[in-house]
């Protein structure tokens, strides 16, 4: 028996013994009249002349459903949670899909509705509220031996369902798949606001110039039902719109201009063409960013060129202009030298003039005390002379030898005696009290 489970590669055909059928497991066993029966666990089956196949299971979870295809073409979808075996001899397949989640108000999902003839319903008959009751009508229709759904008297009633919604197509419903460009998987649930980033789109200039601009675009989705019916594929319709655009644009503007000219388109929505088709197609440009351009190789090249002969160019510039400031700072530093020296002279002229000034002033100072001591000695001479004449002095013999010095004086006063004594001490005493000069009293 084991512990796993066993399913529908698990054959064998039993002349005599028993098997047992596990709980979870379920098996189909045909007797030797070819007659068969299903059997589910937990059993123990005997078996004689028998062939066994235990059944593949499938089970559905809440969010699920199970599509099961009958061998005489019926279709039935069951909502999960629920289990269900694979019998061969009633099924031809079964398989679980999981519901269609619209998550947001920003999910639609695009659904075609087969609608019987038979009704008397037709596309523009029935409203998107309607429609949600044709399942059960077609069914109860069917249930009283109506035409088959897979009949040609069927007509497609198309409706949009937006989110946020967990929906489970019936067996009359097919959810529509979308599938844009070579790089995404096919979808069924619809974003309603696109964003297409990194879009690549060829530029050629007036002055003949190649270039690939960088572009990102928001598209918001208003009526999907529109959008399928214009284009099959969102992104190439807009970036061939976007190619024109830029055909436009290019004719205009020359290679130094493309980045001030789709910035300024990008700021203020100059991308009329795009912006003008893409309403046909039920949608509305939310924006268009430019993120910048990429030369082509003979334009990077010609540009790096002239780059580096620009730099070569800047260089020597800069390297002339360094000299000159060199060259202008010596001439600086050299009028500096002249101009501190020249000062430093000045300086020491000046300092000259004022030691040759105060020597000067100094020999006159010297020579003006000199002059007034020999004028003060004269004047006590003639002082002396005078007091000497008033006492009756012969000046002729005083004077004679001409010296006049206080010796001589002292001769002849000594000569006179007594009264020469007198005359001396009056003298001395006049000289010493600051008399007014004679050296005697009256």
Not at 40 to 50: A, D, N, T
Not at 183 to 204: G, Q
Not at 384 to 409: H, M, P, Q, T, Y
Request: hydrophobic letters at 35%; aromatic letters at 8%.
């Amino acid at each position: 028996m084991g512990l796993d489970f066993r399913g529908g590669n698990y054959r064998r055909y039993i002349r005599f013994g028993k098997r047992t059928i596990k709980a979870g497991e379920a098996a189909a066993v045909w007797n030797m009249n070819g007659t068969q029966t299903e059997i589910i666990g937990p059993r123990l089956v005997r078996l004689f002349y028998s062939n066994i196949r235990f059944l593949d299971r499938f089970s559905a979870k809440s969010e699920q459903y199970l599509v099961v295809n009958y061998v005489d073409g019926r279709t039935e979808h069951i909502a999960g949670p629920v289990t269900m075996f694979l019998n061969p001899v009633h099924h031809r397949s079964v398989a679980v899909k999981d519901f269609v989640r619209l998550l947001s108000p920003n999910d639609c999902c695009v659904v075609y509705t087969k609608v019987h003839n038979a009704l008397g319903l037709g596309v523009s008959d029935v409203s998107d509220v309607e429609a949600k009751k044709i399942s059960g009508l077609q069914m109860k229709t069917l249930a009283h031996g109506d035409p088959d759904p897979n009949s040609q008297s069927t007509t497609l009633l198309r409706r949009c369902i937006k989110g946020p919604h967990s929906f489970m197509p019936s067996i009359y419903d097919t959810v529509h798949t979308f599938k844009w460009g070579n790089s995404t998987d096919p979808f069924s649930v619809l974003k309603t606001s696109w964003d297409f980033s990194d879009l690549s789109i060829p530029l050629k200039t007036s002055d003949n110039c190649d270039a690939t601009v960088k572009l990102h675009v928001q598209v918001q989705i208003e009526d999907a039902e529109r959008l399928i019916d214009a284009v099959e594929d969102l992104p190439a319709a807009v970036n061939k719109l976007l190619k024109s655009d830029l055909v436009n644009i290019g004719s205009g503007i020359k290679y130094d201009q493309i980045n001030s000219k789709l910035q300024s388109m990008s700021d203020n929505g100059g991308f009329t063409n795009l912006e003008k088709t893409v309403r046909g197609y039920g949608c509305k440009i939310a924006g268009v960013q430019y993120l910048g351009y990429v030369a082509s190789e003979l334009m990077a090249s010609q540009f790096k060129s002239s780059s580096l002969g620009e730099k070569a160019k800047a260089a020597r510039e800069e390297a002339k202009k360094e000299e000159m400031e060199a060259y202008r700072r010596g001439e600086e530093m050299e009028r500096l030298k002249l101009r501190a020296a020249r000062e430093r002279v000045e300086k020491e002229q000046e300092l000259e003039e004022m030691k040759a000034e105060f020597t000067e002033k100094l020999i006159k100072k010297k020579e003006r005390g000199l002059r007034e001591v020999e004028a003060e000695r004269v004047k006590a001479r003639l002082e002396s002379l005078k007091a000497l004449k008033e006492i009756g002095v012969d000046l002729n013999e005083f004077l004679k030898d001409g010296k006049g010095d206080r010796g001589s004086l002292g001769d002849v006063i000594g000569k006179m005696g007594k009264g020469g004594d007198a005359i001396i001490k009056r003298i001395e005493l006049g000289l010493a009290g600051g008399g007014d000069g004679d050296g005697f009293g009256k």
